[in-house]
């Protein structure tokens, strides 16, 4: 609901801006595509080699910024594959994914804590 956001990081400001300016700095967007032909999911996999593959749920993560041109490409490849994905869906980074970016690449690494004698459970 805000105008502008701070993401602090250890007392100190990581970034700010704009809901979506903050959401453009983190990369991890992709367009996720679902089929349900082994066989087409195999032929996109080939065309598509870019892609990240769940070959248990025939899935493909394509790298995107989730923009028409991205979206455009993707679909211009498959359209000249002959290829139909049963289901395109596109995933931009939240506000999570900026804070949990800005935040955990920081963090100290825990010191190791002696072992601690346990109890007996009877």
């Known amino acids: 609901l805000a105008d502008r956001i701070a993401v602090l990081n250890d007392g100190k400001i990581a970034a700010e801006g704009s809901a979506d300016e903050l959401k453009r700095l983190i990369p991890g967007g992709h367009i996720r595509l679902r089929f349900t032909d082994p066989a087409a999911y195999q032929n996109a996999a080939s065309a598509m080699s870019d892609s990240s593959r769940d070959d248990e749920a025939l899935t493909l993560q394509i790298p995107s910024d989730g923009s028409q041109r991205d979206l455009r490409s993707i679909l211009d490849r498959l359209d000249a594959a002959g290829i139909e994905a049963d289901e395109l869906t596109v995933h931009t ?14 963090v100290p690494a825990q010191p190791n804590q002696p072992n601690q004698p346990k109890e007996n459970v009877r």
């Open 93 to 106: 980074p939240d506000l999570d994914d900026v804070f949990f970016a800005l935040t955990t690449a920081n």
